[in-house]
């Protein structure tokens, strides 16, 4: 049998068994612990679920709030990629540089980027300002070490043939070093958007008016736990697709391209 249809086979029936054990406990009172209300009412079972989806994604109100927590991550990537990139390419390339910074970045790099919530609210008040800061700090450190590994990797052999060739620094940058670590760029932003996704939820709870983040809020406010649950697992599913249909094929085909150079 097809190896792929094996593991979506797999897949399908790890589903199946995580339905039935969810809809049990949804109506036992989670295995008995509570009464059958209280259990509906803490863990709705799939059909309650399902029936909330629906009517969010009729009405637009999910994926409107889900379209505006997929621009603030991207904003907040994108910006850490700007930053991270020519960070992580200096620290490799200057060795006085990389002494002066790396101190300052593994610092840094530990913090998760729900811990910026109180400075990026002093900093930039309440709104996509600070959501978009938080999500930045969260997926910067990844960004950096993968950059830096991947310049550090680079042969040396190949910066000195361009220098003697008189090569200038951006065109050691631009025609050795970013081709030559561009595998290692997409295992960074793979994990950097990761963290931004993970970031996103507390990045909206800074008093943003929407997003997912938003949402997730109203949920807990209301004891809407269906409308809560549905977020959280949007969550898991946005970063599955992204991976699934953008990282796992890009990523196949810088290995294959650095495997035959």
């Known amino acids: 049998m097809n190896q792929k249809l094996v593991l979506f086979l797999r897949g399908c029936f790890s589903f199946a068994v995580l339905l ?32 909330e989806l629906w009517e969010n994604i009729k009405t637009g109100y999910l994926l409107y709030n889900i379209w505006v ?54 900093w930039f008040g309440l709104g996509d300002s600070a959501a978009v800061f938080i999500i930045t700090m969260g997926a910067l450190s990844p960004i950096i ?16 043939v361009l220098r003697i060739m008189d090569a200038g620094g951006w065109q050691i940058v631009k025609y050795c070093i970013i081709p030559s670590i561009i595998p290692y760029l997409v295992s960074g932003f793979r994990l950097g958007l990761g963290f931004a996704w993970r ?12 997003g997912m983040g938003y949402v997730l809020n109203v949920g807990r406010n209301t004891a809407n736990t ?18 699934n249909l953008f990282f796992t094929p890009l990523e196949c085909f810088t290995e294959n391209w650095k495997s035959k150079e």
């Open 69 to 122: 927590s997929l621009l603030r991550v991207l904003k907040g990537f994108c910006l850490a990629v700007v930053i991270g990139m020519p960070i992580g390419i200096l620290m490799g390339m200057s060795e006085t540089i990389r002494n002066f910074l790396h101190p300052i970045f593994r610092l840094f790099a530990p913090i998760p980027g729900a811990a910026w919530v109180p400075l990026a609210i002093l």
């Open 226 to 243: 269906a409308i809560t649950l549905i977020v959280i697992l949007s969550l898991g599913v946005i970063m599955m697709l992204m991976e």
């Open 145 to 160: 070490t993968n950059t830096l590994q991947g310049v550090m990797e680079v042969d040396e052999k190949l910066i000195q």
């Open 199 to 210: 970031a996103v939820i507390a990045a909206e709870l800074v008093g943003v008016p929407n």
């Open 20 to 51: 039935a054990v969810w809809y049990a406990a949804s109506n036992t009172g989670i295995f008995g612990r509570v009464d059958v209300d209280r259990g509906k009412l803490l863990l709705p079972d799939p059909g309650t679920m399902a029936l």
